[in-house]
């Protein structure tokens, strides 16, 4: 069973409009979230995180926000570039536990168009 | 810093034969883990290792999967014998200390076809 889901495989936004990915959890033992992004040939890279005593972060034009009680958070971009059209993943995490492992979602992959 | 190293890039291989996967983490760092990257599984976790320690294989998906650290600096994932199914990209990633908190780095992934 996925505790980790991104519901759309993929996304297309025209260039200068937002941009908004949404992950879901299951586990509610998970208080710390990233997200990456994943270009052809590359390996993730991450993009942002945020702690669960946190609703936001942002950084730029990236913006992650989290709602503990839906355990839902979005990554909103605004505005989108074509150098955003990538895959993102979301990811999750026990951090009070000792494992350091993040459990991955399968992806968005996210088209903005010039 | 030049990152996490894979080597091979790609890998082509036949069915039943031996494939080894190489992974150089960034110095400095505690922490490295192996994925596997599918379609239809996605991103998984295969194994987790911490101070050069085993610490988490329940992601590995059976014995013919391995994995070793003998130092601070390199680690090998070794499939023996290979099959089809396990066509896809691994990755190897480093962090710092292995903790939930810390920021994975990827390597750019070796992508395997068995034939």
């Known amino acids: 069973d996925q505790q980790v889901k991104q519901n759309s495989p993929s996304l297309s936004v025209q260039e200068g409009r937002i941009s908004i990915l949404n992950c879901d959890y299951t586990n509610s033992m998970f208080d710390y979230f990233l997200w990456y992004k994943k270009y052809p040939a590359e390996g993730p890279t991450f993009l942002i995180s945020?702690?669960?005593?946190?609703d936001k972060n942002e950084d730029g034009r990236f913006t992650v926000f989290l709602n503990k009680s839906a355990k839902h958070l979005s990554l909103h971009i605004v505005p989108s570039q074509p150098g955003d059209s990538a895959v993102y993943f979301c990811a999750a995490s026990a951090r009070s536990g000792s494992q350091g492992n993040l459990i991955f979602g399968k992806g968005t992959k996210l088209s903005v168009k010039p | 810093d030049a990152g996490v190293i894979q080597s091979p890039r790609h890998e082509v291989t036949e069915m039943g034969q031996e494939v080894t996967l190489r992974c150089k983490p960034i110095s400095g760092h505690n922490s490295l883990f192996w994925y596997r990257q599918t379609m239809m599984r996605g991103l998984e976790l295969l194994i987790y290792?911490?101070?050069?320690?085993?610490i988490d294989d329940s992601g590995m998906p059976e014995d013919r999967f391995s994995a070793k650290m003998p130092n601070a600096s390199f680690s090998t994932l070794k499939i023996q014998p290979s099959e089809p199914r396990d066509s896809a990209v691994y990755f190897c990633a480093s962090s710092l200390w292995g903790l939930g908190a810390d920021t994975q780095y990827f390597g750019p992934g070796t992508r395997l076809t068995v034939l």
């Open positions: 290792f911490n101070n050069n320690v085993p």
């Open positions: 945020i702690s669960s005593i946190k």
